[in-house]
């Protein structure tokens, strides 16, 4: 009996695209040697990309769809994906063109080679520039840094894995502020990385603003590294040493303190400085417990086509 590849695709105001993807991706499909059924998550879109999917769903029974009752965000709508899929294989990408098809079938070669995660390593980015490469490239410095979680750099949100490695992803790991591909590189099991260079985005500009990308960096961050919580009696020892060799300077030259109004000002704002950027730290911890403790659900489903609901327990039921 043959094995089953799902392929889960974010949508989010895709309609320029949605097409192009699905004729793609089909013709790559019915090559390999698996069965495959192929999952459009909507999240919200508010162009007419689930018109498009419901014309999909509605004449080719591979396809399923699953629609949130509003716009959750990227992570939400690749767990979701994974959720639902009935494969012993699972591909998340996007819908934008800018994750290569053809790599697919290398993907399934390593998946009956019986590895767990497949990490999708980026090499080069059409559509990316200067400066998005260099913050790329400093994020994944900055937190294997901080964390004791060695991830691979660049990779991204283009991934396969395992019966095993799902099952894990469906029953944990359900943290209302996530890092879906953070998650895949620390669950372990038997893994390997593909190289590939992402292709420029076939149509529309990317939903991520600086803001949100900003937004994803701290949540990582908070995800997996309580050193910055650490900050405060690190930046703490830092001052009182500080005093210390004042101390010591104001004994041994008998002048008293450095004078002046500008020495005063400065070592204040300093300080200050230090104490607000400790409690904005403590702040954002606090922000996460809180999401944690509310316990709200991750995504909620409107409605979907081609999926038996029968058994499954999912995030809004």
Known sequence: MKKRLTIVVSVYNEEDVLEQFYREAVDILERVSWNWELIFVNDGSTDASRKILDIFADQDEHIKLINFSRNFGHEAAMIAGIDYSAGEGIICMDADMQHPLE????????????????????????SSGVIKNITSTMFYKVINALSNVEFEGNASDFFAIGPKAAEVLKKNYREKNRFLRGYVQNIGFHKTILKYDAHARAAGKSKYSIRKLFQLSVNTIICFSDLPLKLGIITGIIVALSGIVLLMYTLVTRKGAPSGYTTIVVALCFMFALLFIVIGIIGEYIAILFAELKDRPIYLIENTKNIKMDGIKRENS
């Open 103 to 126: 790599c697919i079938p290398d993907i399934v070669e390593k998946l009956e080679e019986g590895y767990e995660v497949i990490n999708m390593v980026r090499v080069s980015n059409q």
